[in-house]
Antibody, heavy 118, light 107 residues
């Protein structure tokens, strides 16, 4: 049974850095690209980026200048950092794992609401 | 970036009816790397279809996907009460992976 459990600060001030971590329980860690996705309240979905066990990353160009995704294979965890946040970064952030050999996202974390407000 | 456009925005149907949801890409989706997801309020997404037409594990056969190139369709053959939700398509053949804006299926 694969489970993704995520955590991080839920309230930030403008200009601070968002930091979230996702722990993976069950299944292989090394066979996949691990993703972050966000969803502003009442709106659609935005793919943020992905990382594999070797640390190879792909980022959405719209966020690339502010995003860092890291991996810790010793703990089966990966993390998201988003710098210089503004109110526009207020969203539910999800971590996710795809089906093997695809990028279709099969397993999802529970989601973390991050609110940016002064 | 591939822009995904879903239609209609809202679909008003009754249990037992057939639902047909459309997803159009601004350019051809590589190798039909197209997924459909279901989302209910306050919940994460649930993968329904990947590779345009393959059902994910545990997904009932009333859900089916079709299409290729730039035009894709999700069909729910007979709506069950639990199927009323928002549905998103996503292309994952090229980076950045992009989602449609969603179709709400309501009673």
């Amino acid at each position: 049974q694969v489970q993704l459990q995520q955590w991080g600060a839920g309230l930030l001030k403008p200009s601070e850095t968002l930091s979230l971590t996702c722990a993976v329980y069950g299944g292989s860690f090394s066979d996949y690209y691990w993703s972050w996705i966000r969803q502003p309240p009442g709106k659609g979905l935005e793919w943020i980026g992905e990382i594999n066990h070797s640390g190879t990353t792909n980022y959405n160009p719209s966020l690339k200048s502010r995003v860092t995704i890291l991996v810790d294979t010793s703990k089966n965890q990966f993390s998201l950092k988003l710098s210089s946040v503004t109110a526009a970064d207020t969203a539910v952030y999800y971590c996710a794992r795809p089906i093997l050999y695809t990028r279709a996202l099969e397993y999802w974390g529970q989601g973390t609401l991050v609110t940016v407000s002064s | 970036e591939i822009v995904m456009t879903q239609s209609p925005g809202t679909l008003s149907l009754s249990p037992g009816e057939r639902a047909t949801l459309s997803c159009r890409a601004s350019q051809s989706v590589t190798s039909s790397y197209l997924a459909w997801y279901q989302q209910k309020p306050g919940q994460a997404l649930r993968l329904l279809i990947y590779g345009a037409s393959s059902r994910a594990t545990g997904i009932p056969d009333r859900f089916s996907g079709s299409g290729s190139g730039t035009d894709f369709t999700l069909t729910i053959s007979r709506l069950e009460p639990e199927d009323f939700a928002v549905y998103y398509c996503q292309q994952y053949g090229s980076s950045p992976r992009t989602f449609g804006q969603g179709t709400k299926v309501e009673i």
